[in-house]
C-alpha cells in the first residue's frame, strides 16, 4: 500500500460547524491510497471523513433514469470526466448545473430525502456509492463539491460531498422531484432524520481554495 497525504485549505464565509471553522479557514488533509491497483482518495475536514473511490465503469447508476450527460450516453461522459457541470437529461427534460463561479454563493433552504439501497453503483461522477458515508446528490451543483447542510428542526450540521445528481420526480411521487437535496442514508442519521425519512435543511457552498 502506497500512502501519500496533502494539504489545501477551504474558505467559508461562517463558522459552518462550531469549533471547526476558526478564522473562517478551513484544512482539508487529503491522503492517497493504493490497494490492489485501486486509488482511495481520503478527504478528511474537521470532524468528517470522506472515501472516494472510483466505481468500475460497467457497474449501474444509481440514478439508472439519467439517459444522457453533455449529449453523450451517461457512462461514456463519466469516463471521459464530462460531468461536473455538464447538462444531463432525465425523463426527457434537460437539467443545466450551475456554474462552478455561481455554487461559491449557493444557498437555499428546502426539503431533504435520503437514499441508501444503492450499494454497489456508482454515483453520477463515477464514484463508488458508500450509503453509510456522507455524501449527496444534487440536481444542479457542479459535482463533486463540499456542501454544509442543516436540519432547521433541531440545528444539527454536517458536511457533504455532493457527488451524484437527483432527486428527481418518482413515479409514485412526483413531489420528490422537489426536494432540494437527497443525502446518504450515513448524512440522514448525523441529522437525525433517518427514519422520518424527510427533513428541512439550509444547504450552503464551502468554498475550496487549493
Not at 473562517?24 to 472515501?51: C, H, N, P, Q
Not at 457542479?142 to 460531498?161: A, D, G, Q, W, Y
Not at 446518504?184 to 425519512?197: N, Q, T, V
Request: with cysteine; hydrophobic share 40%; proline share 5%.
Amino acid at each position: 500500500m502506497l500512502v501519500v497525504a496533502s494539504c489545501s485549505l477551504i474558505t467559508v464565509p461562517y463558522h459552518a460547524v462550531k469549533d471547526v471553522a476558526e478564522g473562517g479557514v478551513w484544512v482539508v488533509r487529503k491522503t492517497y491510497s493504493i490497494v490492489k491497483g485501486t486509488v482511495r482518495i481520503t478527504y478528511t475536514v474537521g470532524e468528517f471523513t470522506f472515501e472516494v473511490i472510483r466505481a468500475p465503469i460497467d457497474w449501474a447508476l444509481t440514478h439508472d433514469e439519467i439517459k444522457s450527460i453533455d449529449g453523450l450516453p451517461a457512462k461514456e461522459a463519466i469516463r471521459l470526466g464530462r460531468v461536473k457541470t455538464a447538462p444531463y437529461v432525465v425523463g426527457g427534460k434537460q437539467y443545466v448545473p450551475m456554474t462552478v463561479e455561481a455554487a461559491k454563493d449557493y444557498r437555499q433552504e428546502g426539503m431533504a430525502s435520503w437514499y441508501g439501497g444503492e450499494s454497489g453503483k456508482m454515483t453520477a461522477n463515477g464514484e463508488v456509492f458508500n450509503p453509510d458515508g456522507l455524501s449527496a446528490a444534487h440536481k444542479y451543483l457542479p459535482i463533486p463539491m463540499f456542501v454544509k447542510v442543516t436540519n432547521l428542526e433541531n440545528r444539527k450540521s454536517i458536511i457533504v460531498r455532493v457527488n451524484d445528481r437527483g432527486p428527481f420526480p418518482s413515479e409514485h411521487n412526483a413531489k420528490s422531484g422537489q426536494r432540494i437535496i437527497d443525502l446518504s442514508m450515513g448524512a440522514a442519521k448525523r441529522l437525525e432524520f433517518r427514519d422520518r425519512g424527510v427533513a428541512p435543511v439550509r444547504v450552503e457552498a464551502i468554498r475550496v481554495q487549493e
